[in-house]
């Protein structure tokens, strides 16, 4: 029971500290790296808590498969974002609007 | 206290520090490296938790593909300015809903998988008993793949003028990756497998064609989005045949489930692939004056 509680804590610990950072961070690659760490954490959870019995429960695996598919969908339209938002890193005047800017 | 103990609490230990670092340190760098570890380590504990078929998502999609993505987008080293901050609590909000949801299922799905057509559980969970969860799954990948090829500035194009070094290592990796990948769509029927892990591994070979210049491995344009979306298509065609003969929305036969299931993942392989390939290559496309660029950091 010990495992279970430690893995418990861990995930609790890993979700909350991407949690933390994301909604505090203003660096945008830094939120989505930090936005991935808190997804682990749910996994972290709930793949502990399929694997209670002799057989491990698949509909919480089968979540975390989906979880794990959107999350890398979720992060490549977020880095295309930050992407946008931040330039291609050649110019040095952040450009909001940023029509057809390539150097 | 034996060996697999030890191991356990080391790799668990070492999960939650490295998940620190990821997050706590300022440097693009530091912290892209130390989410590349988080993932193969987190790989690591979900085959120790009995979920291989987690496993190899994690090790193609959360360690790889995104993996990927933020190496490539390490290349642009501008000092972070501040923006305005924007919490994504609904999205973290809906995976703890889900979790709270799927409570006491787990002996119910184990009890019926001999009714669903596949005897791997989690199959039978993903495209029988909560086929809708998939369904909405690839939609939301559809749509992230549409909308990075919107807000990306450069249309992807094919590359040119690739040197043979890139071109064996294309002809050697690629064959690999597609038999792989075939192998791990038929595998997910009976043992862990399927057709995420398989899209997964068939983007890779997808996104290696593309940065070697392998014709026809560039997913662009209207024919790219067609091939995205077809997945979702068939899916939406399969649940359709429920209602028509009479049963509801989304129901197999089991008398053909095996069947319809090995095919519509068969589809989603190739729709989820060509998804993945394009969020990756929209999200480090480059003009053609940093062409080279590109093909730096984008091997999962």
């Known amino acids: 029971m010990t495992a279970t509680t430690l893995l418990l804590a861990a995930g609790a610990i890993v979700f909350v500290l991407g949690v933390v950072v994301t909604l505090t961070v203003t660096d945008l690659i830094r939120r989505v790296i930090a936005l991935n760490v808190a997804s682990g954490g749910v996994m972290l959870i709930l793949l502990r808590l399929a694997d209670r019995g002799a057989d491990p429960d698949p509909v919480p695996q089968a979540l975390v498969l989906t979880g794990i598919v959107v999350m890398a969908a979720v992060t490549g339209l977020a880095l295309t974002l930050a992407r946008r938002v931040e330039g291609d890193g050649d110019d040095l005047e952040p450009d909001e609007d940023a029509a057809g800017g390539a150097p | ?300």
């Open chain 2, 1 to 300: 206290m034996n060996a697999w103990v030890i191991l356990d609490a080391v790799l668990v230990g070492a999960v939650v520090l490295v998940a620190a670092v990821a997050v706590l340190v300022r440097s693009r760098a530091a912290a892209t490296s130390a989410f590349l570890v988080f993932g193969i380590l987190l790989a690591l504990l979900w085959a120790r938790l009995q979920a291989p078929d987690v496993a190899m998502a994690e090790a193609a999609l959360g360690g790889g593909v995104a993996g990927a993505l933020l190496a490539d987008a390490l290349e642009r080293r501008r000092p972070p300015r501040p923006v305005r901050r924007r919490a994504p609590v609904p999205l973290i909000l809906a995976i703890a809903a889900g979790a709270a949801s799927a409570a006491e299922l787990g002996p119910l799905a184990r009890d019926n998988v001999a009714d669903s057509g596949v005897s791997h559980p989690i199959t039978a969970v993903l495209l029988n008993f909560r086929s809708l969860d998939t369904l909405l799954e690839i939609a939301v990948v559809v749509i992230a793949a549409v909308g990075a090829g919107a807000i990306a500035r450069e249309r992807v194009q094919p590359e040119r003028g690739i040197d043979p070094i890139r071109r064996a290592l294309a002809s050697i990796l690629i064959p690999i990756l597609l038999l792989l990948s075939g192998w791990i769509l038929a595998a997910g029927s009976t043992q862990p497998g399927g057709a995420f892990q398989a899209g997964a591994v068939l983007a890779a070979a997808l996104i290696i064609g593309h940065l070697c210049g392998v014709p026809f491995t560039t997913p662009r344009g209207r024919g790219g989005a067609a091939l995205a979306g077809i997945g979702v298509l068939c899916f939406v065609v399969l649940g359709v045949v429920g209602p028509a003969t009479g049963g509801v929305w989304l129901q197999l036969d089991p008398a053909w489930a095996g069947a319809a299931i090995l095919a519509v993942e068969a589809v989603l392989t190739i729709g989820i692939a060509v998804a993945l390939a394009m969020i990756s290559l929209a999200a480090g496309s480059r003009d053609a004056s940093r062409r080279d660029d590109a093909s730096r950091g984008a091997t999962p």
